[in-house]
């Protein structure tokens, strides 16, 4: 199996970017497809981005689209979540998860992945 491990997080200002990574032990990152989630103080974990195993396609919520990017370097064994003109609703807990069969429809659906870390802070705030 696959441990995940997130890191990048803190306390940024409104329009100001961070990256996130996801770091893989145990196996490559390569045998799985990626996805980053977040969770707000009281509101059920959502869908922030994904990546898929092969050929490197994205899929975005559309409350991230055009301000973050998600991308991978397996010979890091990292995925990594690039978030610029971040806003105060995007403040939560940004997890990262892994999992190796998980097909197109189902790529927002947090059941699917097998894997997770355990998260990482971001808070966006004047």
């Known amino acids: 199996q696959v441990q995940l491990v997130e890191s990048g997080g803190g306390l940024v200002v409104p329009g100001g970017s961070l990256a996130l990574s996801c770091a893989a032990s145990?196996?490559?990152?390569?045998?799985?497809?990626v996805g980053w989630f977040r969770q707000g103080p009281g509101k059920e974990r959502e869908f922030v981005a994904h990546?898929?195993?092969?050929?490197?396609?994205?899929y975005y919520s559309d409350s991230v689209k055009g301000r973050f990017t998600i991308f991978r370097d397996n010979a890091k064994n990292t995925v990594y979540l690039q978030m610029n003109s971040l806003k105060p609703e995007d403040t939560a807990t940004y997890f990262c998860?892994?999992?190796?069969?998980?097909?197109?429809?189902?790529?927002?659906?947090?059941?699917?992945?097998?894997?997770w870390g355990q998260g990482t802070q971001v808070t966006v705030s004047s």
């Open positions: 990546i898929r195993r092969t050929g490197g396609t994205t």
């Open positions: 145990g196996r490559s990152i390569a045998n799985y497809a």
């Open positions: 998860a892994a999992g190796g069969g998980i097909i197109v429809s189902s790529v927002r659906t947090p059941g699917q992945y097998d894997y």
